[in-house]
């Protein structure tokens, strides 16, 4: 599987408020998780649907899912959690949410967010993954 889209300069990303992400193509964010706060969390999930045109939201924590996504139909939520133990992790794993978010992004207008509890580790190597993909 390949993506075909193009990457174009990095004038051209859409930049959020508050949520903790940064898009580092105009359709792939990677980042970390909502605030605990409620208010919050729908302020930031707000900043990611509106300013950034999110559609897809790719959480890859093992300890949490967030379940605000439940509530915003226009966003397609999958939970794939990992742990972050500096294990090796099975090609299964990354074969597995490469090919659903390259489904997602497939659709007209999608753009992804990859995401775990910091933005360090698990969101942006998914991120990466689906980059290679």
């Given at each position: 599987m390949s993506s075909s889209r193009s990457i174009p300069a990095e004038s051209t990303l859409p930049?959020?408020?508050?949520?903790?992400a940064d898009f580092v193509t105009p359709y792939l964010a990677v980042g970390g998780d909502l605030p605990v706060d409620n208010d919050e969390a729908v302020r930031d999930a707000a900043d990611?649907?509106?300013l950034g045109g999110v559609t897809h939201v790719?959480?890859?924590?093992?300890?949490?899912?967030e379940d605000l996504w439940g509530f915003t139909p226009e966003v397609t939520y999958r939970w794939a959690g990992i742990d972050d133990a500096g294990q090796r992790v099975p090609d299964a794993w990354f074969e597995d949410i490469v090919g659903w978010a390259l489904d997602a992004l497939a659709q007209p207008r999608s753009r992804?967010?990859?995401?775990c509890h910091m933005g360090i580790n698990r969101g942006p190597s998914a991120g990466f993954a689906v980059l290679l993909g």
């Amino acid at each position: 599987m390949s993506s075909s889209r193009s990457i174009p300069a990095e004038s051209t990303l859409p930049h959020l408020r508050s949520a903790n992400a940064d898009f580092v193509t105009p359709y792939l964010a990677v980042g970390g998780d909502l605030p605990v706060d409620n208010d919050e969390a729908v302020r930031d999930a707000a900043d990611l649907i509106e300013l950034g045109g999110v559609t897809h939201v790719l959480d890859v924590r093992q300890e949490a899912q967030e379940d605000l996504w439940g509530f915003t139909p226009e966003v397609t939520y999958r939970w794939a959690g990992i742990d972050d133990a500096g294990q090796r992790v099975p090609d299964a794993w990354f074969e597995d949410i490469v090919g659903w978010a390259l489904d997602a992004l497939a659709q007209p207008r999608s753009r992804l967010l990859t995401h775990c509890h910091m933005g360090i580790n698990r969101g942006p190597s998914a991120g990466f993954a689906v980059l290679l993909g």
